[in-house]
């Protein structure tokens, strides 16, 4: 199935010149949002009169919007177009070990809805896939959204994902790719990826890592991972697993990972880490996000803490930097709201067992999607997915 707006201008069965430039139009106007027919025709290579008369049949079909002049420094004023942001709509899913969170989005990027519980058990496969299942359609019922509206649904899911075989590996196994089971009971297409991978895609298009060639992106919250970034395009791996960076070892500490290991960075630098700590220090049992949201503790050094685990983070990042010598590392996830003070820790830990010049060569900056790097990255996954030729 292909988008019904897309159908009137692009015919996905017939890879010709044309519709190969008229994919790279939408492809960039998603990303870029809002472009001049001089700025496409710089990235697609192409004259002018082509540029022109390729904006101009959108435009007459409605798909594309004429967004008014920009301010120029000098010369005429160029006319920006857009995409017509109701002419598709995208999905976008996160799945946690205990939480699901849905976004509806309009093609400006533009959530117009969201839903959330903290209390999905991805553990219980049956039952999740069955609330799962029965919770899009009645969403779209819900907004009154033609389905051949929706240009498709992108899942973030924690785990060991294969997003070229839509199969979910750690949850939701099926016999068949989950992708499969939920595309033929929804009739839309649907794509899938780990959730670290999603916050990479997520940068790689709209965040900090925008038009920059080798980037590490760190996931820090309940879990830790990282994605890899490199000539500009996210590196999976051979089986899609690549960046489980928190179970690489990191000290003798015989802590039990929830991978059946122990001494794994994850034991000493996350939310499951924290949580662990603080149940030693105060006998309580706490979220990490909750226990991140208060500033200070009588019974519990939680900048101490912080600051140690900002080293170790460091520490271990040394490695990746004096492996592949990246030009930024993104830093975000659960812990965002405490990043910016983590951040000197970080830095320290990696100046201490980095090379200096591959160390000096590599900027640490904390993210800056916050909560929206998931909905966002599932836009870039579904729009590279349907219009990659």
Request: include cysteine.
């Amino acid at each position: 199935m292909v988008w019904n707006f897309l159908e009137r201008s692009v015919d996905h069965n017939k890879f010709t010149k044309q519709n190969t430039q008229k994919r790279k139009i939408i492809k960039l106007l998603l990303q870029y949002q809002e472009l001049s027919i001089p700025e496409l025709c710089h990235f697609m290579e192409l004259s002018i009169p082509t540029g022109t008369k390729l904006v101009d049949e959108f435009e007459a079909q409605s798909l594309l919007v004429n967004a008014g002049k920009r301010e120029s420094s000098g010369g005429r004023r160029p006319a920006t177009y857009v995409l017509n942001p109701e002419m598709g709509y995208l999905i976008s899913i996160e799945i946690l070990l205990n939480s699901l969170k849905i976004n509806v989005l309009n093609l400006d990027r533009i959530s117009i809805y969201v839903y959330e519980t903290t209390k999905f058990d991805i553990k219980s496969k049956n039952e999740s896939l069955a609330f799962l299942s029965d919770l899009i359609p009645r969403i779209i019922s819900a907004l009154s959204l033609p389905t051949d509206k929706i240009l498709g649904v992108g899942i973030g899911i924690t785990g060991r994902v294969n997003a070229k075989k839509g199969i979910s590996y750690s949850f939701l196994n099926l016999d068949i790719p989950l992708t499969d089971y939920l595309s033929n009971i929804w009739g839309i297409p649907v794509f899938i990826e780990n959730d670290t991978h999603l916050l990479a895609l997520a940068e790689n298009y709209y965040g900090l890592a925008k038009d920059l060639t080798n980037v590490i992106t760190v996931n820090i919250s309940k879990g830790l991972a990282v994605s890899v970034i490199s000539n500009g395009q996210l590196q999976s791996g051979h089986s899609g697993f690549a960046g489980e960076f928190g179970h690489i070892f990191a000290e003798n500490n015989n802590k039990l990972c929830v991978c059946g290991k122990t001494g794994c960075l994850e034991t000493i630098v996350s939310g499951l880490a924290l949580e662990s700590f603080f149940y030693q220090s105060t006998g309580k049992t706490m979220d990490y996000k909750e226990i991140l949201s208060f500033t200070s503790w009588d019974d519990f050094p939680l900048s101490e803490k912080l600051q140690k685990m900002g080293e170790n983070l460091g520490k271990s990042l040394a490695v990746l930097i004096d492996i592949l010598n990246p030009e930024l590392i993104i830093v975000g996830g659960g812990f965002i709201p405490v990043l910016d003070n983590m951040r000197f820790s970080i830095n320290k830990g990696i100046n201490l067992h980095s090379l200096p010049q591959l160390a000096a060569d590599c900027e640490i900056k904390v993210s800056t999607l916050g909560e929206n790097a998931a909905m966002l990255g599932a836009f870039a996954l579904i729009t590279e997915n349907l219009l990659t030729s």
